[in-house]
């Protein structure tokens, strides 16, 4: 079975640091990009960073350049998101995926996989 799982959100205050963690399992991850989003109450999906498969290849969103640090070990399956200096505007539920990726943009098509997400909480 084709999965995508996401881990390690939480409640953290403003200032504070998250490390999400995104595993696949019944593919390997080796041969995607691979991106993350977030969803807000509200608001429309919004693309943050993504991570070539093996030339370096990242993309941050301008909001959270500096702050957030995209990363994979190929050996584990898994990708993450390094998240510093946490904003309240932060929050919202974060989602990994398999993504075209360059330094410029990340785009998920229609036949890419998902993880289901994990909330991400930033409140004092």
């Known amino acids: 079975q084709v999965q995508l799982v996401e881990s390690g959100g939480g409640l953290v205050q403003p200032g504070g640091s998250l490390t999400l963690s995104c595993e696949a399992s019944g593919f390997t991850l080796t041969y995607y990009h691979i991106g993350w989003f977030r969803q807000a109450p509200g608001k429309e999906r919004e693309g943050v960073s993504c991570?070539?498969?093996?030339?370096?290849?990242?993309y941050y969103t301008d909001s959270v350049k500096g702050r957030f640090t995209v990363s994979r070990d190929n050996a584990k399956n898994t990708a993450y998101l390094q998240m510093n200096s946490l904003k309240v505007e932060d929050t919202a539920i974060y989602f990994c995926a398999t993504v075209v990726c360059s330094g410029d943009y990340l785009h998920a098509g229609a036949n890419d996989y998902w993880g289901q997400g994990t909330q991400v909480t930033v409140s004092s």
């Open positions: 991570i070539g498969r093996r030339d370096g290849t990242e």
